[in-house]
């Protein structure tokens, strides 16, 4: 049997499978390791032993849609091609009843509306109080997981108060869990050259932990594949395990490849296969006390989130519908997908579909969220 001891042991690995084996915390050198592995079938065995451990067969998927209000952001991150100054031919800004008018077209089945977009120099945390109070109206059994830590600092900025003060205003507007966007990697050298006016790590981790402390769960990304060292992703990853000591406040990781085309950055190659399933399944190892590890298909192409489910990904995202970030930078993933196809897909990987809600609470279909 492959998870036998000798096999590791001809790897060098036996030690780190007794670790996981035992449940024992891995460390940054452990990590290291496992990335330098080059038998990919290795690390997937014990990414999937964990995984099984945690959710045995089942695999998640949510009926949601995604919202991208706006792509103007005063931001020019080097690594994005999504976002656009204000009068560029390709910014864009859905007005209300355009956002509204996308929630309504789901019906009564939708679980989740995701809400993302660009740090807009001109809408108002006003705005989006109101706009969120319609949305609850107009659908309200749906969970709302809307904006950043990057846009809740720059609402905070904007309008001269605390980020406390505003995630206390839009949990109190409907907000009910923050995505995980804009953590990138936390490495300074990595934000310095590619991000400088963006959210720096300390500050990301800040806005989360005080979410955390006021009872809205986050989700936590790492965009990988550009220009960071292994051992940046591994610390990214050790310092989002630290905060979740504290907090317990994640509740599922999502590795973003980066997709260079159409940045300032559209001389690097994209990231292979090989690299996108050791990341997840590095990911699953090194992050014991986050309990989901999303296999994002948006990013990664159906087929390739389909395999990462056997790399100690448990959770396939959901129906997304619409989505701009990654789109805008080469993704060539289709824009959604039915609740028949993600099941298909999964049953296809010999696993069971669980649809649920943003916490991961098992949903009726029919009904709604039932946990």
């Known amino acids: 049997m492959m998870f036998e001891s000798l096999y590791f042991e001809r790897l060098g690995l036996d030690d780190i499978r007794d670790k996981v084996v035992s449940g024992k915390r891995l460390a940054i050198e452990d990590g290291e390791r496992l990335f330098a592995c080059r038998d990919i079938n290795a690390v997937g065995i014990l990414a999937n032993h964990v995984r099984r451990k945690l959710h045995g067969n089942a695999a998640y998927y949510i009926v949601n849609r995604h919202i991208n209000y706006s792509n103007i952001c005063v931001n020019g991150c080097r690594f994005c091609a999504f976002s656009r100054k204000k009068g560029d031919p390709l910014a864009f800004e859905l007005s209300e009843e355009e956002i509204l008018g996308r929630i309504r077209s ?169 690299d996108d399933l050791k990341t997840i399944a590095v990911s699953r190892l090194m992050l014991d006390n986050i309990p989901h590890v999303k296999a994002y298909w948006v990013m990664l192409s159906v087929k390739l989130a389909q395999t990462a489910l056997m790399y100690g990904a448990d959770d396939f995202d959901g129906t997304v519908v619409e989505e701009k970030i990654g789109h805008m930078a080469g993704a060539d993933s289709q824009q959604g997908l039915t609740r028949a196809e993600i099941e298909r897909i999964v049953r296809d990987a010999n696993l069971e579909p669980i649809e649920r809600d943003s916490l991961f609470r098992r949903v009726d279909g029919e009904r709604g969220p039932n946990g």
């Open 106 to 274: 789901q019906g009564d089945g939708l679980t989740e509306v995701h809400i993302v977009g660009g740090c807009h120099p001109d809408l108002r945390l006003a705005y989006f109080e109101d706009l969120l109070q319609k949305i609850r109206a107009l659908a309200p059994k749906a969970f709302i997981k809307a904006f950043t830590a990057v846009e809740i600092a720059h609402f905070a900025k904007s309008e001269g108060m605390s980020t406390a003060e505003v995630l206390e205003r839009l949990k109190a507007a409907g907000v009910q869990m923050l995505p995980g966007g804009g953590a990138e990697v936390f490495s300074s050298r990595i934000r310095e050259r590619l991000c400088p006016e963006k959210l720096d790590a300390r500050g990301w981790l800040d806005v989360v932990r005080q979410a955390h402390e006021i009872g809205i769960k986050t989700n936590a990304t790492m965009l990988y594949g550009h220009i960071e060292t292994v051992t940046e992703r591994l610390e990214h990853m050790a310092a989002l395990r630290d905060l979740q000591d504290g907090t317990g406040g994640f509740v599922c990781f999502i590795p973003l490849p980066f997709q260079p085309a159409n940045t300032q950055l559209s001389h690097i190659p994209p990231t292979t296969g090989i």
